[in-house]
């Protein structure tokens, strides 16, 4: 069945069906009239009707739909509110859950871990998005407070734990987990191993763990694992069923930052261990106002070939204001219009639009590579740009030494928004070199920029003057 089909009868019979059909009939019952939504309403014989609030299947997002494969473990990340206990609670039920009320399920004993036990209760078991209102009143579990156990009719049983108390997981064994928010646990790592030792029951014991993302090894680690697949939303994809004043007022304050990153976006936030930049300083460093800039540039740092293989152009725009002694001069990141360099003719066409764009005074780019060519290919789409070349001589992380110093003395600043990838890659920069695979392209472009504008006539400022002994 297509999404544009109208199904041959709108009776109880059309919900007896397989999950794709099913999201298609009810993409179709969506995308019509009024009349015709309460003609298919009307069709359905009682038990049909019962049964439409609680086949999730219809209704969820696809992030919320366990993915296909052979996995041991799924993890959710999302931002706040994109629906991830939701997806948990209704995963839950499609593993105890039988044909009927009491007939048997894939699952019989399930872990429930939350960062502690009154917030699993209250989340898990209680909540708004819990199992208990996700579940149809002929299939709803009895929760048994002195065993903090939710059982159901078909004998199954799923027990709370907290996150925080990994000795309690040594000894119960499951067939399912439904780990909760586990990047915000005190004692990730042991937990999740004691919860490993005992997910031990049936052919195949599955997990899944639904949590904001933070960077903590254990889930990153767990990410880099075969057995385990991934789904991602971000706060405004549940947007249909969140208050609008609520998302609103979240994407005023948060948006452009690295907690909107994580919070919202759902973005994993990798920041490498001794990096010369960290995201707290960086989201220190956010400017307000912008000022008027004495000069601006755009700093490019080409690729060494040009196809669809490789590497991104970073292309970065910085300006600055240098009135006055070198210590007061201050930098801004204004743009990062890196591109897919494709072709040279790509990279080139996106630099100089880049200096219209924000009027500035010269193109600077790294010629280790291109030599001559770098300065040819900008010049045959515009003959007058001006331009600069400039060759490194020592490594990507010393030339970055001295600019991340300026950050730490609060010069150089990020305007709000657009610079996340630049930002992930700064992170990854530590006096060892770029802890990432491939090449920090836009870092580099930054780095040339910021050496152009504030290191090199900071240099001839400040050299000493010779004085002539007579």
């Known amino acids: 069945?297509?999404?544009?089909?109208?199904?041959?009868?709108?009776?109880?019979?059309?919900?007896?069906?397989?999950?794709?059909?099913?999201?298609?009939?009810?993409?179709?019952?969506?995308?019509?009239?009024?009349?015709?939504?309460?003609?298919?309403?009307?069709?359905?014989?009682?038990?049909?009707?019962?049964?439409?609030?609680?086949?999730?299947?219809?209704?969820?997002?696809?992030?919320?739909?366990?993915?296909?494969?052979?996995?041991?473990?799924?993890?959710?990340?999302?931002?706040?509110?994109?629906?991830?206990?939701?997806?948990?609670?209704?995963?839950?039920?499609?593993?105890?859950?039988?044909?009927?009320?009491?007939?048997?399920?894939?699952?019989?004993?399930?872990?429930?871990?939350?960062?502690?036990?009154?917030?699993?209760?209250?989340?898990?078991?209680?909540?708004?998005?819990?199992?208990?209102?996700?579940?149809?009143?002929?299939?709803?579990?009895?929760?048994?407070?002195?065993?903090?156990?939710?059982?159901?009719?078909?004998?199954?049983?799923?027990?709370?734990?907290?996150?925080?108390?990994?000795?309690?997981?040594?000894?119960?064994?499951?067939?399912?987990?439904?780990?909760?928010?586990?990047?915000?646990?005190?004692?990730?790592?042991?937990?999740?191993?004691?919860?490993?030792?005992?997910?031990?029951?049936?052919?195949?014991?599955?997990?899944?763990?639904?949590?904001?993302?933070?960077?903590?090894?254990?889930?990153?680690?767990l990410l880099q694992r075969s057995s385990t697949v991934s789904t991602h939303a971000t706060t405004e994809a549940n947007a249909a069923n969140l208050a609008a004043s609520f998302l609103e007022e979240v994407k005023t304050r948060y948006a452009g930052t690295r907690l909107g990153r994580q919070e919202l976006d759902g973005v994993l936030i990798d920041e490498e261990e001794g990096a010369l930049w960290s995201l707290a300083r960086l989201e220190e460093m956010r400017a307000g106002d912008l000022p008027e800039f004495d000069r601006i540039v755009v700093a490019v740092d080409p690729p060494v070939t040009g196809h669809a293989g490789s590497d991104e152009c970073g292309i970065v725009v910085v300006g600055a204001v240098t009135q006055g002694a070198p210590q007061n001069w201050r930098a801004y990141v204004l743009e990062d219009a890196t591109v897919s360099a494709s072709s040279p003719t790509v990279w080139a066409k996106a630099a100089i639009d880049a200096l219209a764009r924000w009027e500035g005074d010269k193109i600077v780019a790294e010629v280790n590579q291109g030599g001559d060519l770098v300065e040819t290919v900008l010049r045959q789409i515009d003959p007058m740009v001006p331009y600069k070349s400039v060759r490194a001589t020592r490594g990507k992380a010393a030339r970055a030494e001295p600019v991340a110093a300026l950050y730490d003395q609060g010069r150089v600043r990020h305007v709000w928004g657009g610079l996340d990838a630049l930002e992930d890659q700064m992170i990854k920069m530590t006096a060892q070199g770029f802890q990432a695979p491939g090449s920090p392209d836009r870092l580099d472009a930054l780095v040339w920029a910021v050496h152009e504008l504030m290191i090199v006539p900071a240099a001839g400022h400040l050299r000493p003057r010779i004085r002539t002994l007579g």
């Open 1 to 221: 069945m297509t999404t544009n089909a109208k199904p041959e009868s709108l009776g109880a019979e059309n919900l007896i069906l397989t999950q794709p059909d099913l999201r298609s009939l009810m993409a179709w019952v969506a995308s019509e009239p009024r009349e015709v939504q309460g003609q298919f309403l009307n069709d359905l014989d009682e038990g049909a009707l019962l049964a439409l609030p609680f086949l999730f299947e219809a209704w969820a997002l696809d992030h919320q739909l366990p993915p296909e494969g052979d996995w041991r473990t799924w993890v959710i990340l999302g931002g706040r509110g994109a629906g991830k206990t939701r997806a948990g609670s209704e995963w839950v039920r499609a593993m105890v859950e039988g044909s009927r009320a009491c007939d048997p399920g894939w699952a019989k004993r399930v872990a429930l871990v939350g960062e502690t036990y009154d917030q699993a209760r209250e989340v898990m078991v209680f909540g708004d998005s819990g199992i208990l209102a996700c579940s149809p009143p002929d299939r709803r579990p009895k929760w048994v407070a002195t065993r903090r156990t939710l059982v159901w009719p078909n004998g199954a049983e799923a027990t709370v734990f907290s996150g925080n108390d990994p000795e309690a997981l040594r000894g119960p064994q499951f067939d399912a987990a439904w780990i909760d928010e586990l990047a915000k646990w005190k004692k990730p790592q042991e937990a999740w191993d004691m919860l490993q030792f005992g997910l031990r029951l049936g052919d195949d014991p599955r997990a899944v763990v639904t949590t904001t993302p933070r960077n903590i090894a254990i889930l990153k680690t």
